[in-house]
T-cell receptor, first 115, second 113 residues
Framework: AQSVTQLGSHVSVSEGALVLLRCNYSSSVPPYLFWYVQYPNQGLQLLLKYTSAATLVKGINGFEAEFKKSETSFHLTKPSAHMSDAAEYFC?????????????FGTGTKLQVIP | NAGVTQTPKFQVLKTGQSMTLQCAQDMNHNSMYWYRQDPGMGLRLIYYSASEGTTDKGEVPNGYNVSRLNKREFSLRLESAAPSQTSVYFCASILDRGQNEQFFGPGTRLTVL
């Protein structure tokens, strides 16, 4: 069975500071990993995804994540936070490489950016 | 392309009433999903449909039914709404090639009094 743990339900950073959102996963096979962002009163949209091509994945809006198999982690980072980054972020895992795909989401981390 | 659309956006029901949430996608995706989102619990899968004509239970199916009407549409029905079903409901679809991401609708905010 696959699972995702996001450490910290709320994270606050100052504008311009480093953003680090933590995600650890459990999967019985090599996983596919995703980060989604949800702005208030909207659906989820994809930030980036890991599909085994490269361990450092770059996404939209300056975010990136590094897949570390030894640590079973896929932490999300951004060098300099912007006010518009305030949102809720979800890490997700899928461990089926083909055919039907079932995705498991973490419980989310709300990012607050302080001016 | 409109992507994934959901109707209605908001709904208030009384306990015991029934309603159907509609979802449609125009991306020719094979798999469709219904999730509920509650504070501190992330997204929990209610039902999914791997392809037209098939549906399966997810993590929290009790109190819900679904219909995969055709490849585009996947509806969620509450036969007798309960306050515990107050939530935000999201529909999603995927091309189901393993590495592809899910595309989400804007959500339906449901309150059951």
């Amino acid at each position: 069975a696959q699972s995702v743990t996001q450490l910290g339900s709320h994270v606050s950073v100052s504008e311009g500071a480093l953003v680090l959102l933590r995600c650890n996963y459990s999967s019985s096979v090599p996983p596919y990993l995703f980060w989604y962002v949800q702005y208030p009163n909207q659906g989820l949209q994809l930030l980036l995804k890991y599909t085994s091509a490269a361990t450092l994945v770059k996404g939209i809006n300056g975010f990136e994540a590094e897949f570390k198999k030894s640590e079973t982690s896929f932490h999300l980072t951004k060098p300099s936070a912007h006010m518009s980054d305030a949102a809720e972020y979800f890490c997700a895992v899928s461990d089926l490489p083909g055919g039907y795909q079932k995705v498991t989401f973490g419980t989310g981390t709300k990012l607050q950016v302080i001016p | 392309n409109a992507g994934v659309t959901q109707t209605p956006k908001f709904q208030v029901l009384k306990t015991g009433q029934s309603m159907t949430l509609q979802c449609a996608q125009d991306m020719n995706h094979n798999s469709m999903y219904w999730y509920r989102q509650d504070p501190g619990m992330g997204l929990r899968l209610i039902y999914y449909s791997a392809s037209e004509g098939t549906t399966d239970k997810g993590e929290v199916p009790n109190g819900y039914n679904v219909s995969r009407l055709n490849k585009r549409e996947f509806s969620l029905r509450l036969e007798s709404a309960a306050p515990s079903q107050t939530s935000v409901y999201f529909c999603a679809s995927i091309l189901d090639r393993g590495q592809n991401e899910q595309f989400f609708g804007p959500g339906t905010r449901l309150t059951v009094l």
